[in-house]
């Protein structure tokens, strides 16, 4: 890749950030012919992309909030993710217990609505459950009061296992996608940006880019990325925080999902299946500060237990959680809003004055509706031959994960990782770090912090092996892990 950028002396187009959307982008871009080259400062999916709710959606919620145009659209992209990439998604039943009747018409009539909506595209049909049916297919729920229940149907997925195969599909297609390499300043002629100063971060290389059109798809930190285009500019970002805590299957065992529609501050609450865990999350508190690394705060933590508590019948402690991982959401500002579970997950494209692309806002659901939109703008501003969007039937590049027979090593007998796997990783997929392989190429930081760390030294002398390192860099490595594992702790238990 890293010769690829030097051989090539002007792109089509440039995208900054490889979470969704920006990979989304270099997907579409490279699969329409244009020369196309992705950087990322860390790691593909290193911030939110990586911390979602798992879930394919078209999103119950903003139907509660009348945003019909945002329902369809996200439902008609959930097929095409489902389709394109079904070997890191699939479809869950997720059921919403109710404990009066007037919930059970309510969200039922919604749920029918959603039903509707979707159309032929529907996932499965939507039933009322009576009190027996609802404990039948959410065992481990608190019967107490419990009147019966909704069963509904969407898509459930793994967020950064799909960020890196949308990073391979792109490299398929011909684009150049490279980690660990980092914006620093724009060049202007006639104050249009003609090019990008980039600094690889692993080899501490400078490399100059030229370009036609430059994509900013950042997330939350598409502000710093305009004001280095803009000095000035106000901040268009109003950044919300959600943590998410993950259990063990017995406090939730079955295989649905369950849904609370209404919290003490009217987000909605999931427990989720996922990789042999339960997902519980997730709450929405608006900060000030943008940091790559966001903690999770008490009053989070203590939110979440207490409202899966409620519905659950086996009671959850600090101590049982094996993982607390923390998201921003990168939603868009707007007048009069008071508080960020209202804001737009719609996406907003903006273009400066000197020509560059904004995209922001979004969901991992429409992430390649708004990658089609970006492009197509892409093609007006630079300008580039029109050429007609291909994503919608493209399949999404299949992990070739080697599973191994049981007389293999592995690392950890809850994770069958093998040495060919870490190898697979490092010469495959660009895993530069202990935290690539154990946060994003594997799930484990994820799934059992503590687990995570007690696997991290094996992780490194192998990577240092592939990646030709010596003592010092295993050394830093287990320790700049360890430092970063020991946030997704509750060290306190």
């Given at each position: ?483 970063l594992a020991n946030q997704y702790c509750l060290n306190d238990a």
């Open positions: 890749m890293l010769t690829q950028l030097q051989q090539t002396p002007e792109w089509d187009i440039v995208i900054i950030g490889g979470g969704a959307t920006g990979l989304g982008c270099a997907v579409d871009a490279a699969s329409r012919g244009f020369k196309t080259l992705l950087i990322e400062q860390y790691d593909f999916a290193k911030g939110t992309s990586s911390r979602s709710t798992k879930l394919v959606h078209g999103g119950v919620r903003y139907l509660a909030q009348g945003n019909i145009k945002l329902v369809k659209e996200a439902l008609r992209e959930r097929t095409y993710l489902l389709h394109n990439a079904p070997h890191v998604t699939s479809v869950m039943a997720f059921v919403v217990p109710v404990y009066n009747w007037w919930d059970k018409w309510f969200y039922g009539i919604g749920l029918k609505v959603y039903d509707l909506l979707a159309g032929k595209l529907s996932l499965g049909k939507t039933e009322w459950l009576n009190k027996k049916k609802t404990l039948q297919q959410l065992p481990g729920i608190n019967n107490d009061r419990l009147k019966g229940g909704i069963l509904y149907y969407d898509g459930q997925f793994d967020d950064a296992r799909l960020a890196i195969d949308l990073a391979k599909t792109a490299v398929q297609q011909g684009a150049t996608v490279i980690n660990y390499c980092k914006a620093t300043s724009f060049i202007k002629q006639d104050s249009r940006i003609t090019a990008v100063v980039l600094n690889d971060t692993i080899n501490n290389k400078t490399y100059t880019v030229q370009a036609k059109t430059f994509i900013n798809a950042t997330g939350v930190f598409a502000d710093a990325v305009m004001q280095m285009d803009e000095p000035h500019k106000d901040n268009l970002i109003a950044p919300s925080q959600g943590i998410h805590a993950v259990v063990d299957k017995a406090f939730f065992p079955g295989s649905n999902a369950l849904m609370i529609p209404k919290t003490d501050d009217g987000r909605v609450l999931f427990a989720v299946p996922w990789h042999n865990k339960v997902i519980l999350g997730t709450t929405d508190t608006p900060i000030k500060n943008i940091t790559v690394e966001p903690k999770p705060l008490e009053e989070e933590i203590n939110f979440i237990l207490h409202h899966a508590n409620r519905y659950l019948a086996k009671k959850i402690t600090r101590k049982d959680i094996n993982s607390v991982f923390v998201g921003l959401r990168p939603l868009i500002k707007k007048s009069g809003a008071a508080t960020t579970s209202l804001l737009s997950r719609d996406h907003t494209i903006l273009i400066s004055k000197s020509g560059l692309i904004t995209v922001s806002g979004g969901k991992w659901t429409t992430y390649r509706k708004m990658a089609e939109d970006v492009i197509d703008k892409a093609i007006q501003i630079a300008p580039l031959p029109q050429r007609n969007c291909i994503t919608k039937q493209l399949p999404i590049s299949t992990s070739s994960i080697k599973k191994m027979s049981n007389s293999e090593y592995f690392l950890h007998p809850d994770f069958h990782y093998t040495e060919q796997d870490i190898q697979y990783f490092v010469e495959a997929e660009m895993a530069m770090k202990v935290e690539d392989v154990l946060a994003r190429r594997t799930r484990i930081l994820f799934l059992n912090a503590t687990t995570a760390i007690a696997v991290a030294p094996a992780v490194a002398k192998l990577m240092a092996v592939f990646l030709q390192q010596n003592e010092q860099w295993i050394h830093d490595e287990i320790v700049a892990f360890t430092q």
